[in-house]
Each structure stands twice: as C-alpha cells, then as structure tokens.
C-alpha cells in the first residue's frame, strides 16, 4: 500500500477484535519501528507493548474509550526543540505502517494512563511517554465513546482546503490549482488526524517555500498534530519525487497568527528572491 493510500484508509480504530497480533505482524512491526529515525534535529523512541507477554494480569488504562485490544505502540520523548513536532512524524509513519498492514490504530494524548503504560517500559532520562496507540484487528462492537464524540462525523469532516492553506500571508487562501505540485501533499496533510479533530495545522505557500505553522487549541496537543501534519506532506512528498527539505527559519518566528514549526524548501531554493 503507498503512502497516500495508508492516509485515505486510516481510521480511528477504537474497538478491537480482542486477538493479540500474530507473530508475522508483530515481527514486521518491530522490523519497521526499528528502522525508522526521527527527523528535524529531535529524538524520540516508539515501543511496541504486548500486553499478553506481561507478567502477572495486566490491563492498560484507556478509561473505557479503547475496547478488545491487547497490543500497544507507545510514543516517548522529551523536552527539546521542535520534539513533539519529531515524535509525531516518527509515531505517523508507525501508525500508517499499521494501516499498510490492515490493522487498526488510534492516537491516544489524553485516553490513557500514563501511569500504565510507564511502568511497562524502560524510558531514557528526561523520557516521557506522551502518546499510545492501540494496534489491532478491528471488532465489531461500536463504543459508546464513539458515538458521544461523533467518531464518524469527525472521521468524515475536514476544513476545507482554503481555510487550512494561504498563499503569501493569513490573509490570502490558497486554491488548489496554486498549490501546483503540492496540491496532493497539502491535501494529505487535510486527511491527518488531530486530537479532537481540531485541525490546528496552516500552511503558508510563499515563493515556492512552504511554512507550516499551527494555530493554539484547548487540548495542547498541536505542536503534535503539526507533526501529523508534517509527516503525510514529507512522505507524500517523498512517495510523488518531490524534492526538497525541512528547514527552521528564525525570521518566520514572529508571527501573530500561529505557532511556527519549520519550513519546506524545495530543491534549488526559492522560485523568487
Ligand atoms: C494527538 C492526538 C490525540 C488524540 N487523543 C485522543 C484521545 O485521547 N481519545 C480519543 O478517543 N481519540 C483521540 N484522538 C483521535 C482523534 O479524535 C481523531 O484522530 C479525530 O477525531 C479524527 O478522526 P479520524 O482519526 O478517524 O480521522 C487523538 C488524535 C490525535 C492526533
């Protein structure tokens, strides 16, 4: 499955079959988490926990939101430059993995006992795990929680292209025929998912360079969604043969708006001074 097609498949996946993984899906697992590197400078670590190999009866906290799952991906990092925006990209790409597999996954920040899952793995000083994911084959049974929280409807629903994307300054949407050769990765980058579908992620297309801001939400976990976003436009931009690489400007710090994360600098440079 190629990237592009592991986005328009992935899914919150919140009820779950109650089988572990097999030891083919597993071992494929652990294979691709192993080889991956987070990006822009930053650390971060991605484990896979088995809940079935644990000693004494062990059930991971998800305060009733997560059903029937046995085997978890667990995201730790910590504090230092542009982490959350590295960690999210690595734990995207293990996530959409998962999805190439056919299995189901859900981005967990808040759902979660960090207590649980801390006690299960070895972190690095200065370590927090701040993000699981339960990994799985998808059951039948709908959740409560995802009828309270409208599971579907969020799913179903992004903002649309000229509310997220601008051309030059805040002020000026970009349409998609001016996206030009980032019109499918911006449109990847719509797909992503964001705690509480909040969709926090902005783009500024500006002579050919793309800055990638977001704006501030309720539940603190944008610098992580901007991350998402990130990943589904480097991967998909890497899928396409769309040269180029990110980049942290100082001068695009300032601004009023929105946070900034870091820019994308196509191959050659800028197309104007
Ligand atoms: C950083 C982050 C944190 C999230 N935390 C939770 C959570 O604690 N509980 C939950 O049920 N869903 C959580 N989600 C899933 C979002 O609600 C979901 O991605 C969004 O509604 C879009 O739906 P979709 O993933 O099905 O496309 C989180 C997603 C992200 C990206």
Known sequence: MSIIESICQRRSVRSYSGEA???????????????????????????????????????MGTYGVIGGARDFLTLAYKKEPLAEESAAYLFEQAVL??????????????SFSRKDFGRQITLEPGEKVGIVSPVGYAGSKK???????????????????????????????????????????LEMVRLAPSANNFQPWR??????????????????????????ALSHFGETCREL??????????????????????????EGGSKEA
């Open 21 to 59: 993984l097999s030891k083919e899906h597993a071992g494929r697992i652990e294979a691709y988490i192993a080889g991956l590197k987070a990006p822009f400078g930053a650390q971060a670590h991605i484990r896979l926990i088995h809940t079935d190999t644990l000693e004494g009866k062990v059930r």
């Open 241 to 266: 043969g769309i040269a180029g690489r990110f980049e942290r400007l100082p001068s695009r710090e300032k601004e009023a708006v929105a946070v900034y994360s870091i820019s994308w600098i196509p």
């Open 97 to 110: 993995f998962c999805t190439s597999l056919g299995l189901g996954t859900c981005w967990l920040g808040g």
């Open 203 to 228: 783009v500024i297309l500006e002579a050919g360079t793309l800055h990638f801001y977001h704006q501030k939400t309720l539940g603190g976990f944008d610098a992580i969604d901007s991350g998402i």
């Open 143 to 185: 959740r409560i929680w995802d009828v309270l929280i409208g599971a579907e409807k969020h799913h179903a629903s992004r903002k649309a292209f000229g509310s997220l994307f601008f051309s030059h300054d805040f002020n000026r949407p970009l349409t998609e025929e001016a996206a030009g050769i980032y019109r499918r990765p």
